[in-house]
């Protein structure tokens, strides 16, 4: 399998994430714009059933800037729905959040934040179980075969340059 047929198995995966995350959006998509419902319960939410299914198998993913995009993107969408629109004190007219607003409304860290910190710790796991393992050697064969890396002795920066590189 070349870099190509790789990548493209990676945004194909993040597709069908980013699918099946609107799918959860669109069951829950009254609860978020209910006036009954507190913001804080939204976001609880928007944490428990729509961003898992979204961040599913995130740790592997090694995605380019139009990745991340998307998955802003998205995100931006379910928190416009929670926060609404904001009237403008100085018009009175109503409009909808800029990302701005909304990355200074929502407290938590973005979601391909998440997904980068989860990568970390995946690969802290790697590099822990690595000691004694028969796998891990299988896992560096495949990364040093595939980015041609070199020596797979340098305890963990092999891994730590592939996750971060663009």
Known sequence: MN????SN???EEIKSRLKSGNACYHSVQNLLS?????KNLKIKIYGTIILPVVLYGCETWSIILREEHRLRASENVVLRRIFGPRR???????????NEDLNALYCSPSTVRVMKSRRMRWVGQ????GEGEGYTDFWWGNL???????????????IIRWIFRK
């Open 144 to 158: 040093r075969e595939r980015d041609n890396l070199g020596d797979s002795s340098t305890d963990g920066s092999i």
């Open 3 to 6: 870099e190509y047929d790789l």
């Open 88 to 98: 403008v004190d100085i018009t009175g007219e109503w409009r909808m959040l800029h």
């Open 34 to 38: 209910s006036s009954l419902l507190s």
């Open 126 to 129: 790697v590099v822990r179980t």
């Open 9 to 11: 198995s990676i945004q």
